[in-house]
């Protein structure tokens, strides 16, 4: 009986009318391609020759060496299958007219995200090597460091969700908010019936949900639920049972905005076991932080560029009525210095994980990071391995329990390396770590959405928030600290003392890392 229910509500399951509609048209192309091989000898030297040539163009494209990796032995050892793959999931167009898109917002709107000259000086004549970083984050995702802005660090979402309750309820002129998961339960519905008194008494209330990561948690067209209640709705990048590379470029970013001033973001999502009110995988551990002041800004434009693109509207380029100083006309309190920014797939540059290397290679004490997926490429690994080698205290802290085995075992077979040079490395035993921090030398940290794996460094959407000399930093470090207590330190001995069935799989799983 039991087994005619879970074959019931998978028949009933969205996912898998799209899983379905996606496998008979992968199908299906398989089938054209291997009947023109076998139609004649000349057809199949014909498919060599094109799989050649495209292994060809993927070693010249400039993308990161893993990828081209990948794809070539898949090419090679299966030909067609593999060619059939990439030209499928390979190259977009629409992605390109996407980022097209997003460039034009950006290009209109970038006199109101200037650099501050005189914060600019002063973070020159504090440290130049940190000023060369966020310039690097300004040139390249288009956002400016703030002054006057103070954050709160929160260790878990059981802290932060009061503190969001409490500001949205104070919420006077409009409230974004932009997140991957959304999930009914007890936060969601606390949230929703604040969004729904606020619509009431006249606010801006928009929301933008990403449809992959809410395909088992929220019901079909829930926009069209959410836009009778008068809250302003658009889902990111719907989900349609259609082979294209474009369906991997998700929204995996998290944003609260409220008035323009008031902003949060981290890794927890809108959903019942980020704040351990349901429990999945053992203890929930995530992070958080809340700014307030200029830097807010950031966050609003970002929320802002991303709104006018779902909803295809090139009209609407008028940001100022949103800027921190409209509804708080006051000076705002801060220290130290906060820049918000983000990356996107669908350009050249990997903002997320160039931000990262470069806190590694400036550490001259320590680097703590925590983070739910390490799935680095040579690049990461080697500057990892290099500053534990140069004497620098890295510390590298992962889930004791696992939302994704395969991802967990392959997470695991990079311990080996990171280990022989001296990283030390931690598992949260207690449950999941969702966190997603890192913390240098006492003077630089990044809180935000920003994995150690493939997807969040290449294919997502995602953003973080780099903080310099701020108090807050001093919380981060804190909250790693403190957790190390409830951690197992790795050893060498479990990495070499694995059986060779496991090891057999993780060698697997790392050469085709960049696909998972």
């Given at each position: 009986?039991?087994?005619?229910?879970?074959?019931?509500?998978?028949?009933?399951?969205?996912?898998?009318?799209?899983?379905?509609?996606?496998?008979v048209?992968?199908?299906?192309?398989?089938?054209?391609?291997?009947?023109?091989?076998?139609?004649?000898?000349?057809?199949?030297?014909?498919?060599?020759?094109?799989s050649?040539?495209?292994?060809?163009?993927?070693?010249?494209?400039?993308?990161?060496?893993?990828?081209?990796?990948?794809?070539?032995?898949?090419?090679?050892?299966?030909?067609?299958?593999?060619?059939?793959?990439?030209?499928?999931?390979?190259?977009?167009?629409?992605?390109?007219?996407?980022?097209?898109?997003?460039?034009?917002?950006?290009?209109?709107?970038?006199?109101?995200?200037?650099?501050?000259?005189?914060?600019?000086?002063?973070?020159?004549?504090?440290?130049?090597?940190?000023c060369?970083?966020?310039?690097?984050?300004?040139?390249?995702?288009?956002?400016?460091?703030?002054?006057?802005?103070?954050?709160?660090?929160?260790?878990?979402?059981?802290?932060?969700?009061?503190?969001?309750?409490?500001?949205?309820?104070?919420?006077?002129?409009?409230?974004?908010?932009?997140?991957?998961?959304?999930?009914?339960?007890?936060?969601?519905?606390?949230?929703?019936?604040?969004?729904?008194?606020?619509?009431?008494?006249?606010?801006?209330?928009?929301?933008?949900?990403?449809?992959?990561?809410?395909?088992?948690?929220?019901?079909?067209?829930?926009?069209?639920?959410?836009?009778?209640?008068?809250?302003?709705?658009?889902?990111?990048?719907?989900?349609?049972?259609?082979?294209?590379i474009?369906?991997?470029?998700?929204?995996?970013?998290?944003?609260?905005?409220?008035?323009?001033?008031?902003?949060?973001?981290?890794?927890?999502?809108?959903?019942?076991?980020?704040?351990?009110?349901?429990?999945?995988?053992?203890?929930?551990?995530?992070?958080?932080?809340?700014?307030?002041?200029e830097?807010?800004?950031?966050?609003?434009a970002?929320?802002?560029?991303?709104?006018?693109?779902?909803?295809?509207?090139?009209?609407?380029?008028?940001?100022?009525?949103?800027?921190?100083?409209?509804?708080?006309?006051?000076?705002?309190?801060?220290?130290?210095?906060?820049?918000?920014?983000?990356?996107s797939?669908?350009?050249?540059?990997?903002?997320g994980?160039?931000?990262?290397?470069?806190?590694?290679?400036?550490?001259?004490?320590?680097?703590?990071?925590?983070?739910?997926?390490?799935?680095?490429?040579?690049?990461?690994?080697?500057?990892?391995?290099?500053?534990?080698?140069?004497?620098?205290?890295?510390?590298?802290?992962?889930?004791?329990?696992?939302?994704?085995?395969?991802?967990?075992?392959?997470t695991?077979?990079?311990?080996?390396?990171?280990?022989?040079?001296?990283?030390?490395?931690?598992?949260y035993?207690?449950?999941?770590?969702?966190?997603?921090?890192?913390?240098?030398?006492?003077?630089?940290?990044?809180?935000?959405?920003?994995?150690?794996?493939?997807?969040?460094?290449?294919?997502?959407?995602?953003?973080?928030?780099?903080?310099?000399?701020?108090?807050?930093?001093?919380?981060?470090?804190?909250?790693?600290?403190?957790?190390?207590?409830?951690?197992?330190?790795?050893?060498?001995?479990?990495?070499?003392?694995?059986?060779?069935?496991?090891?057999?799989?993780?060698?697997?799983?790392?050469?085709?890392?960049?696909?998972?």
């Open positions: 009986m039991m087994i005619l229910k879970k074959i019931a509500k998978l028949l009933f399951n969205r996912i898998f009318y799209v899983v379905f509609a996606m496998a048209q992968l199908g299906w192309l398989l089938t054209i391609f291997l009947r023109l091989a076998g139609y004649s000898r000349y057809m199949s030297i014909a498919l060599d020759a094109i050649i040539l495209v292994v060809l163009v993927i070693v010249n494209r400039k993308i990161n060496p893993s990828y081209k990796l990948a794809w070539t032995m898949l090419i090679l050892c299966l030909p067609v299958f593999g060619l059939v793959l990439y030209l499928v999931f390979g190259r977009s167009r629409i992605a390109a007219f996407m980022q097209e898109r997003f460039n034009d917002m950006l290009a209109k709107s970038s006199n109101l995200l200037q650099t501050e000259p005189d914060l600019h000086e002063q973070l020159r004549m504090e440290d130049a090597s940190a060369n970083q966020s310039d690097y984050i300004y040139r390249n995702s288009g956002y400016p460091a703030h002054g006057n802005t103070t954050a709160e660090y929160f260790q878990v979402g059981d802290d932060m969700f009061p503190v969001l309750v409490k500001e949205l309820e104070q919420a006077q002129h409009y409230i974004f908010i932009e997140y991957f998961i959304i999930h009914d339960g007890v936060m969601w519905r606390t949230i929703l019936d604040i969004l729904e008194k606020k619509v009431k008494e006249g606010l801006d209330v928009r929301l933008i949900y990403d449809d992959m990561g809410c395909l088992t948690t929220l019901p079909h067209k829930y926009y069209e639920t959410m836009r009778a209640k008068g809250i302003k709705c658009q889902v990111f990048n719907p989900f349609r049972p259609i082979l294209n474009i369906q991997n470029n998700r929204d995996h970013r998290k944003f609260c905005i409220i008035d323009g001033y008031v902003g949060f973001t981290g890794g927890v999502n809108l959903a019942d076991e980020y704040i351990n009110q349901k429990e999945r995988f053992g203890h929930w551990k995530d992070t958080a932080v809340m700014l307030k002041g830097a807010v800004w950031n966050m609003t970002m929320f802002l560029h991303m709104w006018n693109v779902v909803t295809n509207n090139r009209q609407d380029s008028s940001l100022e009525e949103y800027l921190p100083h409209v509804w708080h006309p006051e000076a705002f309190e801060g220290d130290g210095f906060i820049q918000p920014f983000c990356d797939p669908l350009d050249n540059e990997t903002v994980e160039n931000v990262y290397l470069n806190i590694i290679n400036r550490a001259r004490d320590y680097v703590y990071i925590c983070t739910p997926y390490l799935v680095i490429d040579n690049e990461m690994m080697t500057a990892l391995c290099l500053a534990a080698k140069s004497g620098v205290d890295v510390r590298l802290m992962t889930p004791g329990i696992p939302d994704k085995k395969l991802v967990f075992l392959l695991q077979s990079y311990y080996e390396q990171l280990l022989e040079a001296g990283v030390k490395i931690y598992e035993q207690p449950g999941f770590l969702h966190a997603k921090s890192f913390v240098c030398d006492d003077e630089i940290g990044v809180v935000g959405t920003i994995n150690l794996d493939y997807r969040s460094l290449y294919l997502h959407f995602e953003d973080g928030v780099w903080i310099y000399r701020n108090k807050v930093i001093g919380d981060i470090k804190k909250d790693f600290t403190d957790t190390l207590d409830y951690c197992n330190p790795v050893t060498l001995e479990f990495c070499r003392g694995r059986n060779i069935a496991v090891r057999a799989m993780q060698s697997i799983l790392r050469l085709f890392a960049p696909m998972l």
